[in-house]
């Protein structure tokens, strides 16, 4: 964990409590028109108050430049080097659903996706069917047997399930069979090294066979497979830390990042209200919280930025209900920026805000990407939050004579 | 040193001169009454012209959230990674009162205590004795006398004396005996590894005699020992950076810190005034100078915001007998935050000012954090700040052709 050994003794377990607030896509650019970046536009009051109470600054998810995905972003909010612990699509969506993965199982995300009477792919997403046409669908997948092995097909949502594999001599060096753009085939899966010759080959059994289940099918008739993937090994928050770390996230990747950090999972409903009456109710079993909120992720994403700006404010409306537990620090980050302008996620540098009675209160007039720029936190790799939130709350003691 | 080997080519020696003020626990937090810091409250027009004539920026001591002790926070100051180049109390506390360690001796920091008539711990710190009165106990101590060692006990400065152990198989890996509480007795001290088996029985034997020894005084009646721990070996500022550094400090375990770095010692008296006067008498001799106030931590340490308040304003009228030196470079830092508040070092940004003709003189109206995080250094570790110093004095040359 942060490849930190020399400060393991500082760690330390005191009553004192943490909430870390990750409001996915957090970071934004200006619009074009007015030059006032989602956060800028968007009336926070609450959010503003606490920013002028609070230590300010702005992270770097991986690195300048680089745009991470929800894996790395998380992993790097926890204290993970994003670029060491490495995650891969199919360990990540098996988890966020509650599959088991066991030591030597591998799991990739499958698309449903729709192929033309040629086999050429029409579209990668297959029209985005919705959760209640795939189930069935997944239920038909799941009927396929190939020798030397147990294979289970798990829906996630929409379009997208999980394919999970169990048995011996499986590896993750297995190409993906998505070839990204529409008009040519599905790929063949193939090895990427010697390891990956046997699981390949199921694979390419099982990609044959679902196109034979699939065929009658008129949107969903065929599907695509990325990310294959076995369970990664990470060191636990828990120890690494000393913490009793738990997790609340209503959409199923994040709570899988966080099983895999070494979070408890607690079971809530689907709205961030919701995440936060689950907070508030479980607040005496922990230590540190992680909160996640993914609208405003979700609006920049779909390029919308007044959509952006509505989640944005939204947020706000509930900042004052968090702000009641009067947790020892609170810590307000995001896994990376969406600027609703680039309709994606990006690498630009994303607002943190880290509230405590140690904080200097540098008097912020605005949560923003800009006032940050000149917070008293700097710039930092978003990996280094953690020892700040565990530092303003205790936890973290003197290093050295 | 840095770990900049590729770098090493590029380090000049000039006849200009670099004088670092470092100030002990610059940094603080705003008072919860008026919203400002000790430094943001104190009345500095010395300081606060300097700054507007400098580069200004805020250093992080070793990562954010991490609170150096003095040891880590000054080895940064001179460039060493406090990360890798760990120091031990007792090899700090010896060198800071001159004791010559040698290789393979092994050193501790020794406390004064006091126990009851059940051995049990009723003050760590003995009342904290006055020098005078342990002067003469550690003369008693010192005649303590182990099979197979060479034992000598110093004084230090109140309660604190240093454990020096001379001879053949010696180790640092021994338990500390300080069990960190009252109520209840001394630990016995045991090792670490199988190397430390002969160390860990010399300090047992130790131990069981100074409780005999002191048995009959009414405070001091008992010793802790902490911090085992030899010479650490770190690369010497002289020959890494090509200049002939030189050490004013009043207090012996910053002289033991410059000792360790390659320093040059040279002898002073108690106040920082006296401290100038060496400074200028001895300006002729070297091309850089550490020198070491004081004051602000012992305040911030004591948790007395007025204080450390006065501390620096008493330092302000310092600055105008400084820059008579026309120094061509003067760096103020500080080797960590001691915010009253919080009374103890932190963690926190320490402001860091650069002057020199070559620094851009950004205009910053006031000596202060909040001023400073907005400065043209940004938020930098502070195990950089020797190059910029360096660099500012033209004793870093261009890198790469």
Redesign the interface.
């Known amino acids: 964990m942060i490849d930190?050994d020399?400060?393991k003794d500082?760690f330390v377990t005191t009553p004192s409590k943490i909430i870390m607030l990750v409001v996915d896509g957090l970071g934004g650019l200006p619009h074009p028109d007015t030059r006032r970046s989602e956060l800028e536009t968007a009336h926070t009051p609450s959010l503003d108050r606490l920013a002028g109470e609070s230590a300010c600054?702005l992270t770097l998810p991986v690195l300048p430049g680089v745009t991470p995905g929800s894996g790395p972003g998380h992993l790097a909010l926890f204290g993970y080097d994003p670029l060491k612990y490495l995650i891969g699509r199919g360990a990540l969506e098996s988890l966020g659903i509650e599959i088991e993965l066991r030591e030597g199982d591998v799991a990739a995300r499958g698309n449903f996706c729709t192929v033309d009477a040629q086999g050429n792919l029409v579209d990668r997403r297959a029209g985005r069917i919705p959760t209640e046409v795939s189930v069935p669908l997944c239920k038909d997948l799941n009927e396929i047997q190939v020798d030397g092995v147990e294979l289970n097909v798990y829906p996630v949502e929409g379009y997208r399930f999980v394919l999970h594999l169990r048995g011996e001599g499986l590896s993750d060096q297995v190409t993906e069979t998505d070839p990204q753009i529409t008009g040519v085939p599905a790929l063949e899966a193939t090895s990427l090294a010697p390891q990956g010759e046997k699981t390949s080959g199921i694979v390419r059994q099982f990609a044959k066979q679902a196109r034979e289940v699939l065929k009658h099918e008129e949107l969903a008739n065929m599907v695509l497979l990325r990310g294959f993937s076995s369970l990664p090994h990470l060191p636990s928050m828990r120890d690494s830390y000393k913490l009793n770390p738990a997790a609340i996230a209503a959409y199923p990747m994040y709570r899988g990042l966080a099983t895999i950090a070494g979070m408890t999972v607690i079971p809530t409903a689907k709205t961030f209200a919701d995440e936060l009456e689950t907070l508030h109710q479980h607040y005496g079993e922990h230590d540190f919280f992680y909160i996640h909120y993914k609208p405003a992720d979700a609006a920049g994403e779909d390029g919308n930025f007044d959509a952006k700006v509505r989640a944005l404010e939204e947020l706000d409306t509930h900042i004052p209900r968090l702000r009641e537990l009067k947790a020892d620090v609170v810590v307000i980050a995001g896994d990376h920026s969406t600027p609703a302008i680039m309709a994606s996620h990006s690498w630009h540098p994303v607002p943190l805000l880290v509230h405590s009675r140690?904080?200097?209160?540098?008097?912020m007039e605005s949560f923003s990407e800009r006032s940050f720029a000149?917070?008293?936190?700097?710039?930092?790799p978003a990996t280094?939050?953690?020892?700040?939130?565990?530092?303003?709350a205790g936890k973290?003691?003197?290093?050295?004579?």
């Open positions: 930190l020399v400060l500082s600054g140690w904080t200097l209160g540098e008097g000149g917070g008293s936190l700097g710039t930092l280094q939050i953690m020892l700040l939130a565990l530092a303003h973290l003691a003197k290093f050295g004579p």
